[in-house]
Every structure is written in structure tokens, then in C-alpha cells.
């Protein structure tokens, strides 16, 4: 047990405690799906588990309150995996090691795993409570939310009873969300041809780091710089000042998540080592020039290599460099229906040399699928012109917002009960698994909130302490106050 356990609410905090000790990663979450069940088993509760992996667990009503709308809480199990680069870190072995920082949570050197722990704590935390007044409740538990919505998909119809559903993956407490964008994955393939080339020639990495990352769908409009694009840019602006050839390039590693590290092995003429040294010399400074205010830690490396492998031929490299230079990156429009909300965007996420192609992944995101068509047709055009494969995958609908939600009034109400004040009613650019709840269950009414946590899906997440007290007395009046089932 860390120091966090002692925080209040101490049933919430104790909960996300026991899952940062179990390692949970996307497509590692079994251990900590085994600790669940056995918990639940445990604890006299009924629990089952869906062939996608997902946890359901059930709790009667508390005595008087059998007549109310059956409510399901749902989080994810799995987490973002992301580690400063001088931290060593094994995911799907070590523990994350949380403390406390001022009025905040966070993790030593990785992500926290806040998105979504402390959802699933306070899930948790209610099963376990004696004092919660509650009607009929369900715990929905998915699997691998965070690289491709696996659980969600795999949800088939009949295995939940509820009316009402509670989506605990929102990160900012006071906000309600009843809408979010819906995505699409894009995979450009590029095809490898290599050759030998004649002469002395110098081996270096150029890398692009220090940037500050985060969710690409809550952070894609503040401006923070894509580390593939930036080493994109640097590449296809000094290919032929220093005849450079490209032996391999990588960067970021997830596809929802904004890249904040990416390099590139590349080789030239040994002669022209210092006008390389030169080159990458300019770009730091142009790169703190236009980026200092917002990435105060960016920085561009140079460093010897040992990669001993034949360059890419000029044809594939150009071909490859001005796509990844040109393909269109972060918010390509606001929403007009909903003010300050992004509508459409895309992040280029990953980029892989593998031994007979290089991969971009792109994930699309929009509240409307015209926008995400519209994307879509410029990939495949920019794919096109490159003369190389775009795939499309793994594309999940949206969630359309309905105004006449009873439980959203009901959030409304009783959070203006509480605070004196109105919550902020939101539709959000990230995806949630709401929108594909609503195909196996299109009549059950849901909204999302959760408490506050900054710079998910980086390093740098934390959440912040009072807001977990707020969020879980927000969570307790809604589920006392849920009405009565008439029908």
C-alpha cells in the first residue's frame, strides 16, 4: 500500500492503490480481471465474464430502493502505457508508483493510469460500500479500451439489465458529457526497397524529444507539436543538403496518443558530417524559436549509430518523406453546433520501419461521419499521389447527444444541489465507449463525468485530489436519487 491509500475518500483511493500495484497495459489486463473476480467472489457478488473479456459484476438493491432503474457503471480495465524515456519501466510486469504532488496524484517517470483507475475504483468502491443507497446495479468492466475499443465491440445484447448507464472515463469534474466523436484507424504502407551505396559514410540517429504528448483526443487543440511530424519536417528539408539516406525511422507508440518522441536512422557521406551537424544545429533553434512557449523542453539529438543496414533507394525515401511532410495532422475543424468543441481531427500516432514496409498510423476522430469520410478521402488521395496503401479499420460510431436525457437532468440537479451551481453539460472530442454501448442497447439512457485528471495518455497525468472527493459525492447522490421504474 503507497501513501495515496490514506487520501479520502479513503474507499476510492484504496481501490485505485490496489490496481496501480497490478500491472494492466492494453492487452495485459487478465491479472488484474483475476483480482477482480476473486474480489467479487469474495465479497458474495455475482460475477460473470463475456468471451471479449469484459467483467460483469451485480448488486441487489438496498433494501426500499428495489423499484428504481437498474444503473450500470462502466470504466475501462486497461491503461496507456507511456514512459519518460530514462525510465525503466516494464509495464505488464512492474507496478505504477503513484505519490502525492501538492493537490495532486501522479506517477514516478510513467503514466498514471488515472484514465481510467479511478473510474474503475469508484465502481469498486460502491460493490464494496454498505452505506450507499442504491437500486438494481451492474458493474461493466471492458477490456482494452484504449487501442481499440475491443470490449466495447465485442458487448453483445442481453448480458446487462440496467436502464441507466454511468460512463466514469470523463476527466474534468464539474463537466457532464453526453456526446462524444467517433473514429477511425488509418494504416499507410510503404513498401521497402533498399541499396548498397559506394563510399565512406557516417551513421547517425536523428531524434526529436522532450515534447509533451498527451490524449489525442482532449489535448489535439492546444497546439503541442507531433514528434513524427517534426522529424518529417526535418528530414524532407535537409534530404538533399546534406545527401542523406534513410536507413530507418520510427517514433511514438500509440495511435491515439500524440507522439512525443521520433528518430530516424540515417547515413551520409562522412565528408559532409559537420554540414549535417549544422543542419540539425539550425532546426533546434527554429524548432525553440516557434515552439518554446508551449514545449519548453523540445530538443533535437544527434548521436553516432551502429545500424549497418542499406538505405532506402531515393525513389522510396522521396516518395515516403513528402507524405509523411504533407499528410495533414491535429484539428482540421471546429464544431459549429457545439462551440469550443473540436469536430474533426487526426493524429499521426506511429510511425514503424518493419523489414519489408514502413507504417504510419493515423486515428481519425469526428462527431460527424461526413467529417471522418472527408478525412478519410484526403488519406486516400495523399496515399494515391504516394503510390502506396491506406487501410481503414476498426471504425466506431459516435455518440449523438439527446437533450431530453433523464439522467443528465438528474446529474444537473443534483450537482446544483450540492454546489449551488450548474455543471457544465459537454460534448467531448475523445472517444467513449458510449457510442458503442448504444448498438446492443440503443433505449438505455447514459451520460459520462469523472473527476479531473491532466495530460492523459503521457507521463506527465495526474489527478487531482479534491476533485476525487467531489466526483465520488457526485456518484452517491445520483444513484440515491435515481427515480422509480414505472414501466
Not at 443507497?133 to 453483445?156: I, Q, S, W, Y
Not at 533498399?194 to 489535439?220: C, M, N, P, W, Y
Request: aromatic fraction near 6%.
Amino acid at each position: 500500500m503507497s501513501d495515496i491509500s490514506q487520501l479520502s475518500p479513503r474507499p476510492v483511493w484504496a481501490f485505485f492503490d490496489q490496481i496501480c500495484a497490478i500491472p494492466h497495459p492494453s492487452y495485459h489486463e487478465s491479472q488484474l480481471a483475476q483480482f477482480i473476480i476473486d474480489w467479487a467472489k469474495g465479497r458474495g457478488l455475482a460475477v460473470r465474464q463475456d468471451n471479449a473479456g469484459n467483467l460483469f459484476i451485480r448488486k441487489p438493491a438496498t433494501p426500499g430502493m428495489e423499484n428504481r432503474k437498474g444503473v450500470v457503471l462502466q470504466a475501462h480495465l486497461d491503461m496507456v502505457p507511456q514512459k519518460n524515456e530514462n525510465t525503466d519501466h516494464d509495464f505488464t510486469r512492474d507496478p505504477i508508483r503513484p505519490y502525492v504532488d501538492g493537490e495532486w496524484v501522479t506517477a514516478d517517470g510513467t503514466t498514471l493510469g488515472a484514465d481510467n483507475g479511478m473510474g474503475m475504483a469508484s465502481c469498486l468502491a460502491v460493490l464494496d460500500a454498505d452505506d450507499i443507497e442504491h437500486g438494481p446495479l451492474e458493474v461493466l468492466l471492458t477490456t482494452n479500451e484504449e487501442a481499440g475499443m475491443d470490449g466495447a465491440f465485442g458487448l453483445e445484447a442481453g448480458w446487462l439489465t440496467g436502464d441507466i448507464l454511468l460512463n466514469t472515463d470523463s476527466e474534468q469534474e464539474g463537466e457532464v458529457y453526453m456526446g462524444c466523436a467517433g473514429g477511425v484507424d488509418a494504416s499507410m504502407h510503404f513498401p521497402l526497397e533498399r541499396q548498397a551505396i559506394e563510399g565512406d559514410l557516417a551513421r547517425f540517429t536523428i531524434g526529436i524529444k522532450g515534447l509533451k504528448g498527451g490524449h489525442s483526443g482532449v489535448d489535439i487543440h492546444t497546439g503541442r507539436a507531433n514528434a513524427n511530424k517534426l522529424l518529417a519536417r526535418f528530414l524532407s528539408h535537409h534530404l538533399d543538403d546534406v545527401d542523406m539516406s534513410l536507413l530507418a525511422i520510427r517514433g511514438g507508440t500509440l495511435r491515439n496518443a500524440i507522439p512525443r518522441e521520433a528518430f530516424a536512422d540515417i547515413a551520409v557521406p562522412a565528408s559532409q558530417k559537420d554540414a549535417l551537424a549544422g543542419a540539425v544545429d539550425r532546426f533546434a533553434t527554429l524548432l525553440q524559436d516557434e515552439l518554446g512557449r508551449l514545449e519548453e523542453q523540445v530538443t533535437l539529438v544527434m548521436e553516432s549509430t551502429d545500424n549497418a543496414t542499406d538505405p532506402l533507394t531515393r525513389a522510396v525515401q522521396s516518395r515516403l518523406l513528402a507524405a509523411l511532410n504533407a499528410a495533414p495532422n491535429g484539428v482540421v475543424r471546429m464544431s459549429d453546433d457545439v462551440p469550443g468543441v473540436v469536430e474533426t481531427s487526426l493524429n499521426l500516432g506511429v510511425i514503424n520501419t518493419e523489414e519489408d514496409k514502413i507504417t504510419a498510423l493515423f486515428l481519425i476522430r469526428s462527431l460527424i461521419d461526413s467529417g471522418r469520410e472527408n478525412v478519410q478521402s484526403i488519406l486516400q488521395s495523399l496515399a494515391s499521389l504516394a503510390n502506396v496503401n491506406v487501410e481503414f479499420s476498426g471504425a466506431y460510431p459516435g455518440w449523438k447527444p439527446d437533450p431530453d436525457s433523464e439522467i443528465m437532468h438528474i446529474f444537473r440537479d443534483t450537482y446544483e444541489g450540492i454546489y449551488q451551481r450548474k455543471p457544465d453539460i459537454m460534448v467531448i472530442h475523445a472517444g467513449l465507449e458510449c457510442g458503442l454501448f448504444k448498438q446492443p442497447y440503443p433505449n438505455m439512457d447514459m451520460i459520462s463525468f469523472g473527476p479531473t485528471i491532466k495530460f492523459p495518455h503521457s507521463p506527465d497525468e495526474k489527478v487531482n485530489i479534491d476533485s476525487v472527493g467531489h466526483y465520488w459525492q457526485q456518484m452517491q447522490a445520483i444513484l440515491k436519487a435515481i427515480p422509480i421504474k414505472t414501466a
